[in-house]
């Protein structure tokens, strides 16, 4: 059946090598063999893998795919990839197609030039590629890919995924022993399950191409504001234009091939701005995932003639864009441990997670906020839009109530949930006891922990191994201080405890607009961190209490942290001197071209009336050149500032006071010739302009 005709469900995951395509191919001892090793973790023999491989590879050729490729998350934050292909020569000079389990299972890639903060040493540049089975391989332009974890010959990790895999085998073990204690013998496993929200632009291609700016920053660095904004709330949930929603159905389609459960699209707040939601599911899968929606975007994009544009600002003075992070706990026994429950035998288990949960969350908020901290996610974090810097825990009146007859030690009865009763035809429904507080940067939203500070480009593992391995070691906490508790004081003592950490954790919970600077000013009398910019939060990274956290956990050694310390910083650095040195060319160059010409032949006008006339006046003319000149000035000036303090910091030695530097001086001076810029562009009529205005870009899409 050509794919074109396919239904819905017979188009889900046809090019995954899934679970059901194991189970129907695999030989059933191989099977087994295999769902241990995903379950478990359990070491894969050789043999299983060559007779796993060799169906793979026969799966992966009839759905046309000629090389297979270990499919990696480094550190840049983005994949990589190395086909080879499946060719083997034979001696009578044709060639047979192989795949064996030891290339299924390990890859040796050249790694040589991958970020790794100095942890490889040159004399030992290959790194390996290790199978994680439990994400599944699948098909994309015609190569088999195998989810792989990326680390050193000495075992470090140089990824992603290395950590979000030992983070969630920290919390499955943490989380087991709790719920055994609070007698819930029956779990055997608990798995991390996460659905990232994902925002993002779409503009004209032809238009993207002609900005400097977006091609080589991913953001507009000069740009007078459209007379029309966001103000007019008109876009959010607003109609899809056609355009638009040819490309979102194409996008949906090509991510269900790809097992992908894109489920909920819409527009979003700003002009142009669109998010795609996808069904939750186990946290590396979700990663994966996110990480494979954010590539099908682009492609799909070029196709239809856009540029989709992940950049956390692409935009001033409109909204940002981030990513959701959705984060829960299921049992193999399909309960989700952040439901509240019906009873308060049933509550019991909840209120234990939850309080692990924000002690979790109060305790490491500065490696909550380390973990999305990019260049370009500072242009949102703290601005007016998305959640302020300062981490705090929304958790609604309901469970705000519930927590203080905790606290007081009082029975809680539930508050009479209101009928809304909103119109006959419509069915009730009970008014949704976790209200929607779009400020918070961490809220509770009913069954799940909602984490919004995430930037649209980010990949979502490393807030997610801040995440697990925080809770981890609250649960860990939590089963010591009880487990040898006797029996008969065993609920007084729960109590107890769960009252305590109550006290000294709840600092951290805020109810209120996030966006206030009131909130500001508490949150520093509270003792929260107010981390504003990524070379503020990047050095609590190697606070002795975290790199304790971590090695405690086996999520990193201090190692492997220096070396994401340096990445992350080093990271930001070049960004923003790529910014710099962007905006100085698109100033000195396109934009220059357009006011000298606009200046010349307002000039010329001016000149031409006062030959005809010497009496007419051209006021208008004269305050236009005035402007044009004064602002002329201004630019030049600044755009001196910013060469000569780009060079002083391309001079520096030190990272961390590079970044300083980068923050506090050349951000300043690019915000600086902005202002001019913006104000002579605002005048110069778009013609004169070798680039397309911010009202070309955000509103000429139909
Ligand atoms: P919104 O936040 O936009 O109002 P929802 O709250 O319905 O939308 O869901 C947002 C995201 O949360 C979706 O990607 C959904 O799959 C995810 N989600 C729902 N339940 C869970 C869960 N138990 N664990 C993790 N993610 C979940
Ligand atoms: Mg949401």
């Known amino acids: 059946m050509s794919e074109e005709t396919k239904s819905v469900p017979e188009m889900f995951g046809c090019l995954v090598f899934n679970d059901s395509v194991m189970r129907e191919r695999l030989p059933k001892d191989i099977y087994r063999a295999v769902r241990k090793t995903i379950q478990r973790g359990s070491h894969l023999e050789l043999e299983v893998a060559n007779s796993v491989a060799a169906i ?15 499919w990696f998350q480094p550190m840049t934050g983005l994949t990589a990839e190395k086909h080879d292909s499946f060719i083997s020569p034979e001696p009578t000079g044709g060639v047979i197609m192989e795949f064996s389990g030891k290339e299924l299972v390990k890859g040796e890639p050249d790694a040589s030039s991958f970020p790794s903060g100095g942890l490889r040493a040159t004399f030992e540049a290959r790194g390996y590629t290790a199978w994680d089975p439990s994400s599944p391989a699948f098909i994309k332009d015609g190569s088999l890919y195998i989810p792989t974890a990326f680390c050193s010959y000495g075992g470090q990790a140089l990824d992603k995924k290395t950590p979000l895999l030992r983070s969630m085998e920290t919390i499955n073990r943490e989380a087991v022993k709790v719920l055994h204690l609070l007698g819930k013998t029956e779990v055997n496993r608990i798995d991390i399950t996460v659905g990232a929200e994902q925002e993002y632009f779409l503009i004209d291609k032809d238009l993207y191409k002609k900005r400097k700016d977006l091609l080589l920053t991913g953001r507009t660095l000069i740009g007078a504001a459209a007379p029309k904004g966001q103000e007019m709330e008109d876009h959010y949930f607003g109609v899809l234009k056609p355009k638009v929603a040819s490309f979102m159905h194409d996008l949906d389609e090509e991510l269900w091939k790809l097992g992908v459960p894109a489920k909920t699209k819409h527009n979003e707040v700003a002009p142009a701005q669109h998010e795609l939601a996808p069904v939750f599911e186990t946290a590396n899968v979700a990663v994966d995932h996110n990480q494979l929606t954010m590539e099908i975007m682009k492609k799909i994009a070029d196709k239809h003639n ?33 439901k509240p429950g019906k009873t308060p035998e049933e509550n019991r288990i909840f209120m234990v997670f939850l309080l692990a949960v924000i002690s979790a969350v109060d305790d490491y908020a500065d490696l909550m906020r380390i973990s999305v901290a990019t260049a370009g996610n500072d242009h949102r974090l703290g601005a007016n839009e998305a959640p302020p810097a300062v981490i705090s825990i929304f958790v609604g009146d309901e469970l705000a109530a519930q927590l203080k007859s905790l606290e007081e030690g009082t029975d809680f009865v539930s508050s009479e949930k209101k009928q809304m009763g909103i119109a006959r035809v419509l069915p009730h429904f009970t008014q949704d006891n976790t209200d929607r507080n779009r400020t918070s940067p961490f ?57 305590k950490l109550l006290k000294e954790h709840k600092k951290v919970i805020f ?11 508490e949150a520093e009398r509270r003792g929260l961190y107010n981390l504003v910019s990524l070379p503020d939060a990047m050095p609590h990274l190697l606070d002795e209490k975290n790199i304790s956290l971590f090695e405690r956990h086996r999520i990193f050694t201090k190692e492997e942290l220096s070396s994401r310390y340096e990445i992350f910083l080093e990271n930001y650095v070049k960004t923003i001197h790529i910014e710099s040195l962007a905006m100085q060319e698109m100033v000195r160059k396109d934009f ?7 200046m010349k032949d307002i ?23 005035s402007t044009l000149d004064d602002t002329s000035e201004r630019i030049c000036t600044q755009l001196d500032v910013l060469k000569a303090d780009t060079r002083k910091a391309e001079a520096m030695t030190d990272t961390l006071e590079t970044a300083h530097f980068y923050h506090d001086t050349i951000l300043k001076d690019m915000e600086e010739l902005r202002k001019a810029v913006d104000k002579a562009e605002a005048i110069i009529p778009d013609g004169y302009l070798p680039y397309p205005t911010y009202g070309d870009i955000l509103f000429s899409l139909r």
């Open 56 to 70: 793979m590879k026969n799966w992966a050729i009839e759905h046309g795919a000629t090389h297979f490729t270990h």
């Open 603 to 625: 000039t010329v006008e001016a000149l031409d009336k006062k030959r005809f006339s010497p009496n007419m006046k051209c006021t208008y003319e004269e305050r236009i050149i």
């Open 306 to 338: 856009f540029a989709c544009l992940l950049h956390e600002k692409p935009f001033e003075g409109v909204n940002g864009s981030g990513k959701h992070d959705n984060w829960s706990i299921v049992t193999d026994t399909g309960e989700n441990l952040l």
């Open 443 to 499: 809220a509770f939203t009913g069954n799940k922990f909602e984490f919004r500070m995430p930037g649209s480009s980010l990949s979502i593992s490393d807030p997610n191994v801040v995440l697990n391995t925080a809770v981890a070691d609250a649960l860990r906490n939590i089963y010591e201080a009880l487990e040898n508790v006797s029996e008969d004081k065993f609920e007084e003592e729960l109590d107890k405890l769960l009252k």
């Open 511 to 521: 109810n209120g607009n996030g966006y206030t600077d009131e909130w500001i000013e």
């Open 592 to 598: 220059t071209a357009g006011l000298v010409k606009y």
